[in-house]
């Protein structure tokens, strides 16, 4: 009961400390140098942090002389140090162990924007900063007392693609258009060299690399093990140059390394076909990794996002998630996503019961071989 009790409590107090709060609050001040201190939350997973950051761009175009605070995963600063158009990067993990030395921390901005946050934290965190003006969409949740933008109260069944939704809240909070959408992430050369050093040592600088991620945030998303296993055999039947790097968080290098071992077994040589990045390179060079490849093979992950980001054409597999709101953004003729139809009814989405999912198993090894090898004669084409 302590954690319902917390946030009981906190909406309790919240509302009648907004009931009392008469501070003014002219919309003539969006987009001027009157916003001199900005709040920006985008703290959950690499995709979602990914899509934030057009956002963080028109937000720092628009104010150019403010001190903008990007409220990020801890998990991701050291991807996101050195972001061009933030000031500080404030590491929150959207749990309550977090909250109040957070909302402590976090005083004296004028603009709030929630581009993507879990509650029952992001408003009130954003309502404690002191900003005069908080803006999130979609607003139709229960702290929507706190926004700027009460209404009208939008779902997620009313937005577009992720990235034009981080879009939309800027827009709202004074950032005027047309917005570029294309994703930033900072360049690392540590990472670079890493990565680097890694294929020298394996004797692979000048390989075609195939990316494999067959983790993602939840069961629901991924591709069974196995048939990223037979795809890889099928493309090495095709083209027997091809070296396969199997990305993932360090969580997931058990289930990378079953895939690598299965793909090295095909080897009557005893080349090495596989190499497994998770848990071995840190994220900071996970770019340069992704840029080396000529495709990633994945489902709705934060690396299918980052693969865009940095110019590589990914397969991408949906079925539970529609890739019109989470699929790649943008480059699309680059891209090739297969999407099935959800076989369960209701999708139980994060609490998937199958350790293989049916809806991601009804994607064929047949059809992504194809597609891989459609976007590789893409890249060996001198157009």
């Not at 906190?10 to 907004?18: A, G, S, V, Y």
């Not at 969409?137 to 209404?151: A, G, I, R, S």
């Not at 980052?306 to 019109?324: D, I, K, M, Y």
């Amino acid at each position: 009961m302590r954690l319902p009790f917390i946030e009981w409590s906190l909406r309790h107090w919240l509302w009648h400390r907004k009931r009392l709060d008469q501070r003014p609050r002219r919309s003539d001040e969006l987009g001027t140098s009157a916003i001199r201190r900005i709040l920006a939350i985008s703290c959950t997973a690499l995709g979602d942090s990914l899509l934030s950051t057009p956002a963080l761009h028109a937000l720092r175009r628009t104010y150019q002389g403010a001190h903008i605070t990007w409220v990020i995963h801890p998990s991701l600063v050291e991807l996101f140090e050195g972001f061009p158009h933030v000031d500080e990067l404030f590491p929150f993990d959207n749990r309550w162990a977090g909250f109040f030395a957070a909302a402590k921390r976090l005083r004296g901005y004028d603009l709030a924007v929630i581009l993507h946050g879990n509650e029952p934290q992001a408003t009130p965190l954003a309502y404690l900063s002191g900003a005069r003006y908080i803006f999130k969409l979609p607003n139709d949740n229960e702290w929507n007392f706190l926004l700027t933008n009460q209404t009208p109260r939008l779902g997620w069944q009313e937005m577009g693609h992720g990235l034009d939704q981080r879009l939309e809240v800027v827009r709202l909070a004074g950032a005027p258009g047309p917005f570029d959408r294309r994703m930033i992430v900072p360049r690392h050369e540590d990472g670079e060299r890493l990565v680097e050093e890694r294929l020298q040592r394996l004797g692979w600088q000048h390989a075609r690399l195939v990316a494999l991620q067959p983790g993602a945030s939840t069961n629901s998303r991924r591709w069974p093990a196995g048939r990223f296993v037979e795809a890889a055999q099928r493309l090495l039947v095709a083209n027997g140059a091809l070296k396969f790097v199997i990305t993932g968080s360090p969580r997931e290098r058990e289930l990378c390394m079953r895939i690598a071992e299965a793909i090295n077994a095909s080897s009557a040589t005893k080349r090495l076909l596989a190499w497994v990045s998770a848990g071995d390179l840190p994220l900071r060079a996970l770019p340069a990794l992704l840029n080396r490849a000529q495709v990633l093979i994945t489902g709705d992950t934060g690396p299918m996002h980052l693969a865009v980001a940095v110019g590589t054409p990914v397969v991408a597999l949906f079925a539970v998630s529609n890739p019109a709101r989470s699929g790649p953004a943008y480059d699309l003729g680059r891209h090739v996503v297969i999407r099935k139809w959800r076989t369960c009814d209701p999708c139980l989405s994060k609490r998937c019961p199958y350790a293989e999912p049916l809806c991601m198993n009804n994607i064929q090894v047949d059809e992504v071989v194809t597609a891989t090898q459609q976007v590789l004669r893409q890249h060996d084409s001198p157009n």
